[in-house]
């Protein structure tokens, strides 16, 4: 059976690169991995991510708290570095630290985001930060934001989340993207 995950928290995180190295064994302590290989092997060919381990949320929500509340001076350290390895826990898990740390949790998203990022990542780190009580941005700052083609799209997917007349234009105006990009650009122009 694998590690449990207290166990492995309790050896503290390790400094430097080490740290990210840590956070894959925390993310595989207490998972099946014979039960979710078949599972997580299908998606990951799929999602363009370098690993997929099938942690689950509460899971990937205690390993954030415990590094939001052990260790939150070394979070602006590892958030572009999980972003870089680009594992879908380290997704999840930046998600997770940018919508609760202070400052800018839009503006830390958005500087992340490479030529191509998949739309649910873009999207479920856009719903994290929403959930964590934050307003969607006003216009402005969106507009101020759609000077590629990546972060015009990711505006777009921001605005969605809570559709105002005032982003119906910047909505409109973001580059084309895949099927379901289209969709939700859609829904969120009919709403």
Same mark, same amino acid.
């Given at each position: 059976?694998?590690?449990?995950?207290?166990?492995?928290?309790?050896?503290g995180?390790?400094?430097?690169?080490?740290?990210?190295?840590?956070?894959?064994?925390?993310?595989?302590?207490?998972?099946?991995?014979?039960?979710?290989?078949?599972?997580?092997?299908?998606?990951?060919?799929?999602?363009?991510?370098?690993?997929?381990?099938?942690?689950?949320?509460?899971?990937?929500?205690?390993?954030?708290?415990?590094?939001?509340?052990?260790?939150?001076?070394? =979070?602006?350290?590892? *958030?572009?570095?999980?972003? @870089? &390895?680009? %594992? #879908?826990e380290?997704?999840?898990?930046?998600? !997770? +630290?940018?919508?609760?740390?202070?400052?800018?949790?839009?503006?830390?998203?958005?500087?992340?985001?490479?030529?191509?990022?998949?739309?649910? =990542?873009?999207?479920? *780190?856009?719903?994290?930060? @929403? &959930?964590? %009580? #934050?307003?969607?941005?006003?216009?402005?700052? !969106? +507009?101020?934001?759609?000077n590629?083609?990546?972060?015009?799209?990711?505006?777009?997917?921001?605005?969605?989340?809570?559709?105002?007349?005032?982003?119906?234009?910047?909505?409109?105006?973001?580059?084309?993207?895949?099927?379901?990009?289209?969709?939700?650009?859609?829904?969120? +122009?009919?709403?």
């Amino acid at each position: 059976m694998a590690d449990s995950l207290d166990g492995v928290l309790d050896l503290g995180l390790p400094s430097g690169r080490k740290a990210l190295q840590f956070l894959k064994r925390a993310y595989s302590a207490g998972v099946d991995n014979m039960v979710n290989h078949y599972i997580t092997d299908k998606i990951l060919a799929e999602s363009g991510h370098s690993f997929q381990i099938g942690s689950s949320d509460p899971h990937m929500r205690k390993i954030a708290s415990w590094l939001l509340s052990e260790h939150l001076e070394r =979070v602006g350290y590892l *958030i572009p570095r999980l972003w @870089k &390895r680009n %594992g #879908r826990e380290d997704m999840k898990l930046v998600g !997770l +630290l940018i919508a609760n740390i202070e400052g800018d949790p839009w503006g830390r998203l958005l500087k992340l985001l490479r030529k191509t990022e998949t739309m649910e =990542v873009v999207l479920e *780190i856009a719903e994290e930060i @929403k &959930r964590g %009580g #934050r307003n969607i941005p006003s216009a402005e700052y !969106l +507009l101020s934001w759609t000077n590629s083609k990546i972060t015009h799209q990711a505006v777009m997917l921001i605005a969605s989340l809570s559709m105002k007349p005032e982003l119906r234009e910047l909505v409109t105006a973001a580059p084309g993207g895949g099927e379901l990009f289209e969709r939700i650009r859609s829904r969120a +122009l009919q709403g």
